[in-house]
């Protein structure tokens, strides 16, 4: 990969080294991962804000929805 990839600075003796699979493999899993966390506290933030902004209570009926006299 020519040293684009980051790594750890550490070097092991008799390693054949990693494939070169690997690099591109794990940045995608990592991408994969961040944006299936991002969206997930998106969706507990979005529910939280609209829990925080309904009113405390709520009727279920309608002013329009009374019975009109005939």
Known sequence: MG??????PIEIPN???L??????F???FQ???MSVLLM???KIAMSVDKDYDRP???RNTKP????KPH
């Open 3 to 8: 040293g684009f990839f980051p790594h750890l």
């Open 15 to 17: 390693s054949p080294g």
């Open 19 to 24: 494939p070169h699979w690997w690099d591109p």
């Open 26 to 28: 794990w940045w995608i």
């Open 31 to 33: 991408i994969v991962v």
């Open 40 to 42: 997930a506290f998106r």
């Open 56 to 58: 405390p209570y709520t």
């Open 64 to 67: 329009d929805s009374k019975k």
